[in-house]
């Protein structure tokens, strides 16, 4: 456990002085001399920790952004870190400390592209060791279903990570083919860099957007009419305020009325991603679980081995990476794991009566055929969306 303890420290001291790097590039002097830091000791300390203070509060305040309270700006924060739950919201006694995100950094080759091949099958091998406490246990182990690490159910409630509610949500989804999303892969914000989270930031900050806070309908469509108008200097046409609708449905399954603010979170970070990055770069972020499950899914759809699928089953596997959000289906013996067809006893196999086995061959025929690649770039977003616990739709497929 020192070992752990001290490995968590280190990756905390080295994101302190990332951040205080990153707000201070623009001003660094030339350091002093080894003795000048020594004869200042304990007071040169202090000044550079206030320093620091003070300078990340600008970096987050902006130029001309009015004063904000304290909880405010802790909300600002915990969003530019990627926290979740923070320490002082729950009892620190007999807790893990929780660990500190450092957010990807985008490399020179990111957008080459990635030749992922479609007859060489990846070997999925999971961490033998839970993640937080580096003990072997076995099959008491829970895995994520999107990266390689495992947990101990015990380690997640004392890291804060696993509540009352979700505690038996977890166990009972982790061991099946539906899976669980551990914390880091449930997050969608993760995967921004520091300035994409930054671009983020201005946008929430500029629509007026509280962080923690759930938004009704209005208030998800005036953000989506704002940040319209910022971009584009006109009105929202009348058919994206619809679709903007639809996209709100999909965020708040459950008809609450408002959707929740870490589903709104990652809806407006993959919206982020596939804006400003290209398919080669997103095509990246998959992990080996995701790739094969896309593989499984290509060839299920590949009924005549051509290596062609049509654009209505390609629409049809984009609909179908949610369907493993549908409880009702997880007492089903079919693989919900992969994203494919299901099978024609499943509840979800047919529509009107038909099974898309049957209908799906026509289809093929009259419409543009997709490769392999190009199913992958075609999917490649909506594979990420759906990487949330959360039953919400964070990307809603189009029609």
Known sequence: MGVLMSRRQTVERVQKVSLAVSAFKDGLREQPSTRRRAEAGTARQGTLEQEVQEGEEEVLAGPSQPEE?????????????????????????????????????????DDEPLDISLEQREQILNDEMCEICEVWTAESLFPCRICHRVYHDGCLRRMGYLQKDSAVEVTETAH?????????????????????????????????????????????????????????????????????????????????????WQDFLSHESIQLL???????????????????????????????????????????????WFRKHQKEMQSCNVSISHVGPISEGSPASSRNGKSPEKILPATKQEETSI???GFLRENVAYILAARPNSAALHLQPLA
């Open 371 to 373: 490769d392999w690649p």
């Open 69 to 109: 309270s304290s909880a405010s700006k802790a909300a600002w924060e915990r969003l530019r870190d990627g926290r979740g739950v923070e320490p002082e919201e729950f009892d620190r006694a007999n807790r893990f400390t929780p660990p500190a995100f450092i957010r990807p950094k985008r490399e020179l080759h």
């Open 274 to 320: 596939q804006k400003i990055r290209p398919q080669n770069a997103l095509l990246r972020l998959l992990t080996p679980k995701e790739r094969e499950r896309a593989r499984t899914a290509f060839l299920a759809l590949d009924q005549d081995n051509d290596g062609f699928i049509g654009e209505g089953e390609c629409r049809q596997a984009r609909h179908s």
């Open 176 to 260: 099946t083919e539906t899976g669980w999303s551990c914390y880091y892969c449930d997050n969608l914000n993760l995967l921004l860099t520091e300035e994409e989270m930054y671009s983020l930031m201005e946008t929430l900050r500029n629509c007026k957007i509280i962080p923690g806070v759930c938004l009704t309908l209005d208030d998800f469509l005036h953000y989506k009419h704002q940040v319209h108008k910022q971009q584009f200097e006109r009105t929202m046409p009348e058919a994206q305020e619809e679709q903007a609708a639809l996209q709100f449905h999909a965020l708040d399954p459950d008809k609450k009325g408002h959707i929740e």
